[in-house]
Antibody, heavy 121, light 112 residues
C-alpha cells in the first residue's frame, strides 16, 4: 500500500525558513516523480512543484520558485520541501503527492495526510 | 496562467439523482502529443484529495463507474450518476497541460 507521511509543519514567524519532509513507503520511491501541493485555509489548491524520480530535474510554480526548493533522498525514500523567507500567504496545508505510474498520466494519484504550516508573528 | 472556471460553486443533490459539474479552461488543454491532461479530484470532509478521473475520462483505480468525465479542448464535465452519501465533498478540476499546473476553485457537493 502506498503511504506518504508528511511532517515538519507548525507555527513559524514571517521571514523564517522551514523544511518539510515526506516519508514514502509501499513502493519503490526512486521510480516515481513526486510533487508538493498546498491548500490554503480558504480551500484554494496550488501546485508548488515537482521533482524527477532521480532528482535531476525540478519544476516550480513561478510565483514560488525563488523561495521554495524541492529535493529528495532516494536512499531514505524521503521528499523534502525547503521553504525560505516565509510569508503569511504561505499559511496552508502542504501535501506530498505521487504520480500514478509510467502508463497512467495522472499527476497526483496518491496523497499524504498533509502538514499544516502557519505563518504568523 | 491557465484559469479553470468551475460551475456551479455549490450543488445540492437528492440521493440517487445525477450531478453535473463544469470546468472551463482559458486555453485548450490538448497537449502537442494529442493527450489532454485534465483531471478531477474529490476532497471529502476532513480528508486529503483523491484522484477520480485522469485524461478527461479515465477512471482511476477503485473509482465507481458512476463517475463519468467528458469533454475536449476547453470545456469539460464531470457527471455523477446516482449520487450516494459518500460522494459529498469538494470537487476540483486540474490541468497539467500548461505550466504552471493549475486547479479550478472547486465545487461543493451537498446532499439534500
Amino acid at each position: 500500500e502506498v503511504q506518504l507521511v508528511e511532517s515538519g509543519g507548525g507555527l513559524v514567524k514571517p521571514g523564517a525558513s522551514l523544511k518539510l519532509s515526506c516519508v514514502a513507503s509501499g513502493f519503490t520511491f526512486s521510480d516515481y516523480w513526486m510533487s508538493w501541493v498546498r491548500q490554503t485555509p480558504g480551500k484554494t489548491m496550488e501546485w508548488i512543484g515537482d521533482i524527477k524520480y532521480d532528482g535531476s530535474y525540478t519544476n516550480y510554480a513561478p510565483s514560488l520558485k525563488n523561495r521554495f526548493t524541492i529535493s529528495r533522498d532516494n536512499a531514505k525514500s524521503t521528499l523534502y520541501l525547503q521553504m525560505s523567507n516565509v510569508r503569511s500567504e504561505d499559511t496552508a496545508t502542504y501535501y506530498c503527492t505521487r504520480v500514478a505510474s509510467i502508463t497512467i498520466a495522472a499527476i497526483f494519484a496518491y496523497w499524504g495526510q498533509g502538514t499544516l504550516v502557519t505563518v504568523s508573528s | 496562467d491557465v484559469v479553470l472556471t468551475q460551475t456551479p460553486v455549490s450543488l445540492s443533490v437528492t440521493l440517487g439523482d445525477q450531478a453535473s459539474i463544469s470546468c472551463r479552461s482559458s486555453q485548450s488543454l490538448e497537449y502537442s502529443d494529442g493527450y489532454t491532461y485534465l483531471e478531477w479530484y474529490l476532497q471529502k470532509p476532513g480528508q486529503s484529495p483523491q484522484l477520480l478521473i485522469y485524461g478527461v475520462s479515465n477512471r482511476f483505480s477503485g473509482v465507481p463507474d458512476r463517475f463519468i468525465g467528458s469533454g475536449s479542448g476547453t470545456d469539460f464535465t464531470l457527471k455523477i450518476s446516482r449520487v450516494e452519501p459518500e460522494d459529498l465533498g469538494v470537487y476540483y478540476c486540474f490541468q497539467a497541460t500548461h505550466d504552471p499546473l493549475t486547479f479550478g476553485s472547486g465545487t461543493k457537493l451537498e446532499i439534500k
